[in-house]
């Protein structure tokens, strides 16, 4: 394995943060030059340096062997969060060294969940680059999914096998080149358009521009204390609840369906199945907040069940009421909507449709191959035979994915966190979802935890970005074959 290969690679993802962080420096000059320039501008030159030199000593190699690319993507993803932390530090206030990565940690994955009490005290640079960072990470998981593992040949690793379902080959039957452009143009291409759509709902630019961002992302990163709460407004309500729907698909399937080809959200299974799932766990919310009396007409009570749902379920994490004083029915229709999230080859975490809807068929075949043993049985999703080592690795990711969060529900209530807070910070940390319930529920945030607990749900952040396998794999490295 070739070290100097694995950092000039990453040396190219730092100099992408350093383009950020100096845009960001920009913004605040242009704001007065307010008290993040400084932070931003020397954050930027630091990110730079750590990035040119092994560009400078190392020569461009043509290809990577396995080990290397998971590396590149791994050490990518780790050292972005390292980076990530310098302008919260320089810049000080409430970041803390936990809190800073905390905060890093959880803008890269794309989980928006915040230790900030008072995120309107900070300047418009540093919020634009905390919108930066969530974003970029959105990008770079669909990159790292739809670009990095297809050129890696016919790699046996989980990570592959699983973050690469049919469906999401199927709709990338292209040159890696033409997938980077498919990606952006689709990811830019819907920012651009939820900002307009926003601004033209009386959002300044500004804050269209970084919503857009996050909900793109499915961040949920916000800019105000009370979430989208703040501004109060059906007609933003209905176009975020379109732009985490949206971000929640395939990549793939967006542009497919946008180029007129055959393979489109139209004829897609798994569409259909989350679809449904949106529809009708909105619904249940609904019926149960109009009954217990929370809302005075069930219009409204649709309205704020159908962003909260849509909202865990795609793992963007915005807010519009506190879902802490919800019907415990409303409770567990969230949590499950925390656990199985969006589609496979989106910027969402969590199991996904895809593996739910393999399981759930799994299951489905097993009754029946009880009733008839002779019987040959195929699994199917959106008309494509899976294989039996597809279904065993869902399955084999489903039981780690819960396991990890009884890992991390008893490790926060060893530090005196409550169950309630334990186990829903756990959920939202490793589906990146964001707000929990107790004590991190959506109106309020992570930093009444104590340190420890709050570094193992980053960790739990970065295994669930990371499709847990491949941040595993990392550390055992010395192991592979």
């Not at 770079?140 to 469906?167: D, H, Q, R, T, W």
Request: a positive charge.
């Amino acid at each position: 394995m070739r070290v100097n290969v694995i950092l000039r690679y990453v040396g190219m993802v730092m100099l992408l943060l350093s383009t950020f962080m100096f845009v960001s420096a920009g913004i605040s000059f242009m704001n007065h030059m307010d008290s993040a320039f400084y932070p931003l501008l020397l954050s930027s030159l630091l990110t730079a340096l750590l990035g040119g030199f092994p560009l400078i000593f190392v020569e461009k190699q043509e290809r990577i062997t396995n080990k290397e690319g998971f590396c590149i993507v791994v050490g990518s993803w780790l050292l972005a969060c390292v980076v990530g932390m310098f302008p919260y530090l320089i810049w000080g206030g409430e970041f803390s060294l936990i809190n800073a990565w905390f905060e890093s940690v959880s803008g890269f994955t794309t989980t928006g969940s915040s230790i900030l009490q008072d995120v309107e005290a900070l300047p418009k640079g540093l919020m634009f680059w905390r919108m930066s960072s969530t974003w970029v990470g959105g990008m770079g998981v669909v990159m790292f999914a739809l670009v990095i593992l297809p050129v890696l040949g016919s790699s046996k690793m989980m990570l592959s096998s699983v973050e690469m379902s049919p469906l999401a080959k199927d709709n990338y039957r292209y040159r890696a080149q033409m997938i980077v452009r498919i990606l952006l143009v689709v990811y830019v291409g819907l920012t651009a358009l939820f900002t307009l759509l926003l601004r033209l709902a009386d959002m300044s630019w500004f804050d269209a521009l970084c919503h857009s961002m996050s909900a793109c992302a499915t961040s949920g990163f916000g800019m105000k204390n009370a979430s989208v709460a703040f501004y109060d407004s059906a007609a933003i309500d209905v176009i975020l609840i379109f732009a985490m729907a949206i971000a929640g698909l395939h990549f793939g399937m967006i542009y497919a369906t946008v180029s007129g080809k055959s393979n489109n959200v139209f004829r897609s299974e798994v569409v259909r199945f989350y679809a449904a799932m949106l529809l009708g766990g909105s619904l249940l919310i609904a019926i149960s907040l109009y009954w217990a009396d929370v809302y005075s007409s069930f219009l409204a009570a649709f309205r704020h069940a159908t962003f909260q749902f849509v909202s865990v379920t795609t793992t963007t994490g915005f807010a519009t009421a506190d879902s802490n004083v919800w019907p415990g029915f409303a409770i567990i229709i969230l949590i499950l909507g925390s656990l199985v999230c969006a589609c496979a080859g989106s910027t969402a975490g969590g199991i996904k449709v895809n593996r739910l809807l393999m399981a759930l068929k799994l299951f489905y075949a097993r009754m029946k191959q009880q009733q008839h043993p002779s019987a040959v049985i195929r699994i199917r999703i959106d008309g494509i035979i899976q294989e039996s080592d597809t279904l065993h690795t869902v399955t084999l990711f489903i039981v780690t994915y819960l396991i990890l969060i009884l890992i991390g529900t008893i490790l926060l209530t060893l530090c005196g966190v409550d169950l309630m807070s334990s186990f829903s910070g756990c959920v939202a940390s490793i589906g990146n979802v964001g707000p929990g319930f107790g004590e991190v529920g959506s109106m309020d945030n992570y930093s009444a935890l104590p340190s420890v607990a709050k570094f193992v749900l980053t960790v739990l952040m970065l295994l669930g970005r990371l499709e847990i396998f491949g941040l595993l794999q990392f550390f055992l490295i010395k192991w592979w074959k």
